[in-house]
């Protein structure tokens, strides 16, 4: 038997208008970062709760950590942080983190422990003042994040489930949050996460799943993901604005399939039949002041416009940064 | 480990419920306002069937002296260190009119409480009239109308040609009827009956309000857990179930220690209320009039077995049960309080009912209305206390009673975790009754 951290096959999840997962099947390698991409509504919370035995499959099987979603003890090993973050307003903060240490199978003794430990760590009990002691709401925004944080790691799990972890956070919170993750990796912990800002995904990610409209459009290592789309990609710098003879090149579909201006470069896509040397060709002969011509890999965000469709995207991007 | 989870989520809602400054005040004011509700009642009704020493005018003109004669029957009546003023004024028919207006004027300056007037009818035994400040205080005109009957009674008995000191012995009645309290369970007076009154209204008052409270309580419990979010990560590390069952029985176990406080504190409260009721009792009229009776009526304890205890006991667990389950149905199906307030109508509609029928049901616990009530799921356990603390219920409906109860509490609670489950992670728009029903086919 395969030892993912988590296997999905073949899992369908279907609401009363529409049917949210349609026949997704993925398989996450222990001890990876593995990212889950796809636009705002393509399913990824949905397929995250199913994973986490919130809300169950119609169709389909899903294991986490060797053992069927549907058993309860696999839940101490995880951690979960949702999309949409919240704890009890009026509890103190040591006292909500005990809870939800208790609810992963810790005994109070032993989040203590953690709980010392993390507040230290994330800065939130000082020589000057315990926030420990505070009440939720008495914290600022960042300060809530972290304690959701925390609460998400205090039991040491061996799977780490993050729903949108960088929406909302701050530049620091962001920055703890990438340090983590990595640190997790390093101690053998798999770590999945959905978003949908591809920079993120691209720095941390090994492996990516790609799903819209509830249906996987690609999966696998991110960089064979990126040389299996590569080879047909182009960073094109010009000394001075494209014109003339240089548009005509750029607008002809049997050589170019798609410009993107990233305002100090474009990048192309090359036409199924056309070379790099048919272009770099076609644009000296047009006189085009080149100061870049480079094969380069696809950005994730790349991949994730052509295969996905820009018109699916569009909404979903809008978070984009 | 489930049973760990499970102590975890009562604790939690225990602990933070207990702590609140909320809980403090409601112990602290929950035992005066049971008192209140007991004491003021009590001490409004005795107040109004002490009779005070008569103070009026009595205008005779029956031409036969019957005036003089009532004087006579009042002060029979009256203690020696309270003596009547009674002020008989003899006139003819004709002067009624006249007479009363001076009366009157004597009872706006408060010279007199009032004035009686005695006519011709009153001689044939069938009215007299009464005009004062004492017309609702029911003991003193208790004791106006019986010196009245005595006196015209025995005004016809003469005039029938009897021997006047025959007619006064034989009329001079001081008749007490003793009642006692007769059940399967044996004798008890009737005083412990009406004793039994108050109580059994504390009863139905106490487990109404905690129903209501504490179902409440459950509500904006989950409704808290749903708006701050926080649902998702707890019901990633336990079923929704647990956390359901852990919530109505952190709660629950709010409401008893609540509860525990109130009756132990109402009780305290009595040791100083009860001597300042048993003080006006002796000084009742009922008790000038009929020397001997039993004066000590709602002084004495109620008759309440430790079996009965427990019963109603049981009774408030299944009908918190039943009812916080509801409401925490409710509030996983809305978003906001105000949301929450249109979604609960249905089921304040259930619990409202089971408080209209606790008058009937007190003023008469054997009518097929409050035995049906006392067996319907939805006011057995606001009723069914009540009924049981005024008359025995014989075994069957005591069985149907909590057998119903247990039956609709599984019903419930199956019903409620369902929508629960669902109902925790949906946002935004309300669901429909219909909406709600596939919520419960589906899970």
């Known amino acids: ?321 | 480990m489930v049973r760990a989870k499970l102590w975890a989520v009562i604790r939690r809602e225990y602990l933070e419920r207990v702590q609140t400054r909320w809980f403090l005040i409601g112990c602290l004011i929950g035992p005066l306002l049971i008192t209140g509700v007991l004491f003021v009642p009590a001490w409004l009704t005795l107040r109004n069937l002490r009779a005070d020493p008569a103070n009026l005018i009595v205008i005779d003109a029956t031409g036969a002296g019957l005036g003089n004669r009532l004087r006579a029957s009042l002060d029979s009546a009256a203690t020696p260190n309270a003596p009547n003023k009674v002020d008989v004024r003899v006139t003819p028919p004709a002067g009624i009119a006249a007479a009363e207006s001076l009366a009157t004027r004597a009872v706006v300056t408060k010279e007199v409480d009032g004035y009686v007037v005695l006519d011709a009818s009153t001689l044939r035994g069938e009215r007299a009239r009464y005009a004062g400040r004492k017309a609702t205080a029911v003991g003193d005109m208790r004791r106006l109308e019986t010196a009245l009957r005595q006196t015209s009674l025995s005004q016809r008995l003469e005039h029938a040609n009897l021997n006047p000191a025959l007619v006064d012995s034989l009329t001079r009645s001081r008749l007490v009827l003793e009642s006692e309290r007769l059940t399967e369970q044996g004798r008890g007076s009737d005083a412990s009956r009406r004793a039994n009154t108050p109580f059994a209204m504390a009863v139905a008052f106490l487990l109404y309000t905690c129903m209501v409270l504490y179902g409440q309580a459950v509500l904006r419990g989950v409704l808290e857990e749903k708006s701050t979010r926080v649902a998702e990560v707890v019901v990633s590390s336990v079923s929704p179930e647990t956390l359901l069952a852990g919530k109505v029985l952190g709660v629950g176990a709010v409401g008893l220690t609540q509860q525990i406080i109130w009756v132990a504190a109402t009780l305290y409260l009595s040791s100083f209320t009860a001597p300042v009721i048993a003080r006006m009792v002796p000084s009742t009229g009922a008790g000038s009039m009929t020397p001997g009776a039993p004066t000590t009526m709602a002084m004495s304890m109620p008759d309440v077995h430790i079996g009965s205890l427990l019963l109603i006991l049981l009774f408030f667990i299944l009908g918190y049960g039943v009812y916080s389950s509801l409401y925490a149905a409710v509030g996983a199906t809305v978003n906001s309080e105000q949301e929450a307030q249109q979604a609960l109508a249905p089921i304040l509609l259930l619990i409202v009912s089971s408080a209209l029928f606790i008058q009937p049901a007190m003023l008469n616990p054997t009518s097929t209305l409050a035995r049906v009530a006392s067996m319907f799921p939805f006011s057995a356990p606001v009723i069914m206390p009540l009924r049981m603390s005024l008359v025995p219920i014989p075994p069957w409906e005591m069985a149907v009673s909590i057998l119903g109860l247990v039956i609709a509490l599984i019903a419930v609670i199956l019903l409620a975790a369902r929508i629960y489950r669902v109902g925790l992670l949906m946002y935004g728009k309300r669901p429909t009754l219909g909406e709600i029903a596939r919520w419960v086919r589906q899970a």
Not at chain 1, 92 to 119: C, H, N, P, S
Not at chain 1, 215 to 237: M, R
Not at chain 1, 300 to 312: D, K
Request: charged content about 25%; hydrophobic content about 40%; glycine content about 8%.
């Open chain 1, 1 to 321: 038997m395969t030892d993912f951290a988590i296997d999905v096959q073949h899992v369908v999840k279907r609401y009363a208008d529409h049917v949210a997962v349609k026949d997704l099947s993925l398989q996450v390698p222990r001890g990876t970062v593995y990212g889950l991409l796809g636009p705002n509504g393509a399913g990824k919370t949905t397929t995250i709760r199913m994973i986490l035995n919130i809300i169950a499959p119609d169709e389909g099987t899903i294991r986490v950590l060797g053992a069927p979603s549907n058993d309860a003890r696999a839940s101490d090993r995880i951690g979960y942080l949702p999309e949409e973050r919240g704890l009890y307003k009026k509890m103190k903060v040591r006292a909500v983190l005990q809870f939800l240490g208790e609810l992963r199978g810790m005994t109070r003794q032993a989040a203590d422990l953690q709980i010392d430990y993390w507040l230290d760590r994330l800065s939130l009990k000082t020589p000057e003042k315990d926030w420990g002691q505070s009440k939720v709401d008495e914290l600022s925004r960042g300060m809530q994040q972290k304690v959701q944080f925390i609460s998400t790691l205090l039991h040491d799990p061996e799977l780490v489930i993050l729903d949108e972890p960088f929406s909302g956070l701050d530049p620091i919170n962001a920055q703890a949050l990438k340090d983590t993750v990595v640190e997790l990796r390093k101690r053998g912990r798999t770590v999945i996460f959905s978003t949908h800002l591809m920079d993120n995904a691209e720095r941390l990610c090994d492996s990516v799943c790609i799903i819209a409209r509830g249906e996987k459009v690609l999966d696998g290592a991110v960089s064979a993901v990126k040389s299996a789309h590569g080879g047909k990609h182009i960073a094109l710098a010009l000394s001075s604005e494209a014109r003339g003879g240089v548009t005509t090149v750029l607008s002809d579909t049997t050589l170019v399939t798609h410009v993107d201006d990233q305002n100090q470069f474009f990048e192309l896509e090359l036409a199924r039949d056309a070379t790099p040397q048919q272009l770099l060709e076609r644009l000296v002969a047009a006189g085009a002041p080149i100061t870049r011509f480079e094969l380069v890999q696809p950005s994730l965000h790349q991949i994730f416009l052509r295969t996905v469709g820009a018109e699916n995207v569009e909404e979903g991007m809008s978070g984009q940064g």
